[in-house]
C-alpha cells in the first residue's frame, strides 16, 4: 500500500505512515466491528470480569471458566489469571479474532 500523503510504500495493515506521519484508511480501530461486535465490547468492559461477553459470544466454556475464576478470586491466582484473560479477550475482540463459536451471527 502507499501513503496517500507522500506516496511512499507502507505496510498493508499500518494506522499511521512511518515516513509522513499520515493516518491511513486503517487508522479507525473500531471500523471493522459490527454492532454485535460493539454490545461484545461493551459486556467486556462492564461485565467482562464475569465472562458475559464469552456466553454472548456463544462461548459457554469460556464464560463458565471465568465464572469459575471469578468466584475463586479470593485465592488470588485466580484472580490474576482472570485480570490478564480480561485484558487478551479486550485485544481478541478489537481485532475480530474472537467470533461466535457457532460462526453465527449473534
Do not use: Q
Amino acid at each position: 500500500m502507499y501513503c496517500s500523503n507522500c506516496g511512499k510504500e507502507i505496510d498493508d495493515k499500518a494506522v499511521v505512515c512511518i515516513h509522513c506521519g499520515c493516518a491511513t484508511a486503517n487508522a479507525g480501530v473500531l471500523k471493522n466491528l459490527d454492532k454485535n461486535m460493539i454490545v461484545a465490547l461493551l459486556l467486556w468492559f462492564f461485565f467482562g470480569y464475569l465472562g458475559l461477553h464469552r456466553f454472548y459470544l456463544k462461548d459457554n466454556s469460556g464464560g463458565i471458566k471465568m465464572l469459575l475464576c471469578f468466584f475463586f478470586s479470593w485465592l488470588v491466582i485466580p484472580a490474576v489469571i482472570l485480570f490478564v484473560w480480561w485484558i487478551i479477550d479486550l485485544f481478541k475482540i478489537i481485532d475480530g479474532s474472537i467470533k461466535p463459536k457457532d460462526e453465527s451471527s449473534i
